[in-house]
C-alpha cells in the first residue's frame, strides 16, 4: 500500500490527515478531503465573518463594499483537482481554462449563506477579485450565477495579463479608478480570501475583523511574507 501523510501548519494545532491505499492517488485524494474537512469544522464557514461584518455595515451612512476571491474562497474546484489525479496530469493553464469553460464549480462551505445575508445589507455590494483572466468572466459569472449567489451590482475584477496583479486591482477599487471609475471610489469593509495575497499589505487593517482567510490545502500562501 501507499502511506500518504499531508501536515497542513496553521496557527494554533496543525491539521494532519494520513491514510493508506494500493492506489497512490486514490491515498493523495483521501488525504486531501479529510484535511479539507478538519479546515471546514476549524474555520466559522463564514458565521463570526458575516456577524463583523454586519456590525459595521450598519454604521455606514453610504454605500460600501466587501471584496471576495473567487476560487477556492467561493467558487470549489476540487473537482478540477480529482480530474487531474484521475487523468495522472498536473496543472496547465489550458485545462485549467477548460475546467472554468465548463462552469461545473461547486461551493465552498458557508458561501452560500454567507453571501445571502450580506445581499440583505442595504447599500452594499460584492466585488470579486480573481487571478482568472478577463476573457472567463462571462463563465465565471454564469457559474456565480447559477449557483444563486449572483446581483446585478456585482464587480468582477480578472485579471487582464500576467502584470495585472491583484494589489493593483485593489487600488483601483479603494480609488474609484480605471475598470472602477463609473462605479467611483468603494468603501471596502471586508476583503476574503484563500491566500496571503487576496489581501491588502496594510496594518490598519486588521485579520478577523477587516481580512478574513479561508486557508485551502492545494496550493497558495498563507504568510503574509
Known sequence: KYA??????????SLVARDAESDLYAAVDLVTKKIQQQIRKRHSKFKAKNTRVAAAAKKQKG?????????????????????????????????????????????????K?????????????????????????????????QLGLGAKSDI??????????KNLRRAE??????RIKSHGAQKVLAWFGDAAHDHPDDPNLKWGTHKFMLPNPVYGNWDEE
Open 63 to 111: 454605500p460600501w463594499a466587501i471584496v471576495m476571491d473567487l476560487d477556492e474562497t467561493v467558487l470549489d474546484n476540487s473537482g478540477y483537482q480529482r480530474r487531474l489525479e484521475a487523468s495522472g496530469q498536473g496543472h496547465t493553464q489550458e485545462a485549467w481554462e477548460v475546467w472554468v469553460a465548463e462552469r461545473k464549480a461547486g461551493l465552498v462551505p458557508g458561501a
Open 4 to 13: 500518504c501523510t499531508m501536515k497542513v501548519n496553521t496557527p494554533g494545532q
Open 113 to 145: 449563506e454567507f453571501i445571502a445575508k450580506v445581499r440583505k445589507l442595504p447599500n452594499g455590494r460584492i466585488i470579486f477579485i480573481s487571478n482568472r483572466y478577463a476573457r472567463n468572466t462571462d463563465h465565471s459569472r454564469a457559474n456565480v450565477n
Open 156 to 165: 468582477y475584477l480578472l485579471r487582464k495579463d500576467r502584470n495585472d496583479r
Open 173 to 178: 477599487v479603494l480609488q474609484g479608478t480605471g
